[in-house]
């Protein structure tokens, strides 16, 4: 190209391979802010815990067994709580019989007949009504060892599949972004033992009635602070 050329253009052509260079380079620019096909983002999981590990409502039977000493003549303070804790429970979660299971032919049986009677007085006391309570028996066997006195009743609980299974290799999932089998699980085993009632997992419940003399006493009280 010659100098009277370049002069009366006023432009110069620049090479071909100039212009090949440019577009590989932004080729190469896109491709590294492309996403890998293996693994698109960080919260692209294929899979979700929540149907992998259900909360399911089904029947079950909640017990508590009560310690009675051979040699007591009363219910101890601590385990009267006991049998108080798990009326209260009862109270908010069945409307079944309360079983009182006592022993029988153990060394405490003697014990526990003495003590049936505030057995039920503090099962009562927390809530449960008397015609609920069946008293049953078992046969404990003369072991040496004191036989509890188990209190049971049956009503829909919470609950999912036992957590710790362990199908597949940890590293090929964690290595694909996609989440492992157990993962979620003690979640939702937690979630389902620490919800009040099992039915509030199905609904929200009905809104309470208004206090209209609370209310009318909050705004007496914000309109005479001087806030308003």
């Known amino acids: 190209m010659s100098t009277s050329s370049i002069e009366t253009t006023g432009k110069v052509r620049a090479p071909a391979w100039a212009a090949v260079l440019a577009c590989a380079m932004a080729a190469g620019v896109l491709a590294g802010c492309a996403p890998k096909p293996d693994r698109l983002s960080t919260g692209a999981v294929p899979d979700d815990y929540r149907a992998r590990h259900p909360i399911v409502l089904a029947e079950g039977e909640s017990t508590v067994d009560v310690p009675i000493s051979s040699g007591d003549v009363r219910l101890q303070l601590a385990t009267r709580d006991l049998i108080r804790g798990f009326a209260s429970r009862y109270h908010t ?22 003590l049936r009677r505030e057995i039920r007085a503090a099962l009562v006391s927390g809530g449960v009504p008397a015609n609920r309570i069946v008293e049953l028996r078992y046969e404990a066997g003369a072991s040496g060892d004191a036989a509890p006195v188990r209190l049971s009743y049956t009503a829909i609980k919470a609950s999912t599949a036992p957590c710790g299974e362990w199908p597949e290799d940890l590293a090929i999932k964690t290595s694909t972004n996609q989440n492992y089998y157990n993962f979620g699980c003690a979640t939702q085993a937690n979630l389902a033992a620490q919800v009040v009632s099992p039915t509030d997992l199905l609904g929200p419940r009905v809104m309470s009635p208004v206090d209209a003399e609370q209310r009318n006493l909050v705004i007496n009280d914000y309109r005479t602070s001087g806030l308003q």
């Open 93 to 114: 979660t069945a409307s079944s019989v309360v079983q009182v299971i006592l022993p029988s032919g153990a060394p405490n049986s003697a014990a526990v007949q003495r």
